[in-house]
T-cell receptor, first 114, second 115 residues
Framework: DVKVTQSSRYLVKRTGEKVFLECVQD?????MFWYRQDPGLGLRLIYF???????EKGDIPEGYSVSREKKERFSLILESASTNQTSMYLC?????????????FGDGTRLSIL | AQSVTQLGSHVSVSEGALVLLRCNYS??????LFWYVQYPNQGLQLLLK??????LVKGINDFEAEFKKSETSFHLTKPSAHMSDAAEYFC?????????????FGIGTKLQVIP
């Protein structure tokens, strides 16, 4: 089974802080994704990476950046946290070029910005 | 452009009753369709997927979904609801867009099972 591990289940930070959310996978998947989940809005894609050192903007990249220095690790960075970034953040992985394959999700990080 | 519409953000059924969660998609090419389930305080797990092999797809925990091209639908059903089915369910469509595999999720349907 694919295991996707997000470093924190719950995180509380202050406005203006730089926040790092970490995601690690153990299945050698090329594609990794960061989503935020908000009630009534479903999952919205922030960034994705199709390979090491590669990244692409998703639908809502503003205020975020990412880093993928190693294949197994994909980091989401909030450069200067704001209260409207309070949300559930989900990391996911998938094998490359397999449209029929599902994504595998971590358990999420519930981030509160005060 | 592709999109996914889930009708009903909240659905309540009695234990033992039929579960029907609706999903309609819009896509200019044949899609790959997925249903995921999210239990409280967890990530999403795959329930089932449609990849053009068969229009009726069976998944885990007795869930199934039927792909109807004429109706652009992929509704999720289960004959008899169990208390443990209470969760949020997401329909998703995957297409190749700009050389990448773009996934679009619906807004989710929260299923409540009443004893």
């Amino acid at each position: 089974d694919v295991k996707v591990t997000q470093s924190s289940r719950y995180l509380v930070k202050r406005t203006g802080e730089k926040v790092f959310l970490e995601c690690v996978q153990d299945m050698d998947h090329e594609n990794m994704f960061w989503y935020r989940q908000d009630p009534g809005l479903g999952l919205r894609l922030i960034y994705f990476s199709y390979d090491v050192k590669m990244k692409e903007k998703g639908d809502i990249p503003e205020g975020y950046s990412v880093s993928r220095e190693k294949k197994e690790r994909f980091s989401l960075i909030l450069e200067s946290a704001s209260t409207n970034q309070t949300s559930m953040y989900l990391c996911a992985t998938r094998r490359r070029d397999r449209v029929d394959q599902p994504q595998h999700f971590g358990d999420g990080t519930r981030l509160s910005i005060l | 452009a592709q999109s996914v519409t889930q009708l009903g953000s909240h659905v309540s059924v009695s234990e033992g009753a039929l579960v029907l969660l609706r999903c309609n998609y819009s896509s200019s090419v044949p899609p790959y369709l997925f249903w995921y389930v999210q239990y409280p305080n967890q990530g999403l797990q795959l329930l089932l997927k449609y990849t053009s092999a068969a229009t009726l797809v069976k998944g885990i925990n007795d869930f199934e979904a039927e792909f109807k091209k004429s109706e652009t639908s992929f509704h999720l059903t289960k004959p008899s609801a169990h208390m443990s089915d209470a969760a949020e369910y997401f329909c998703a469509v995957t297409l190749i867009s700009g050389g990448y595999q773009k996934v679009t999720f619906g807004i989710g349907t929260k299923l409540q099972v009443i004893p």
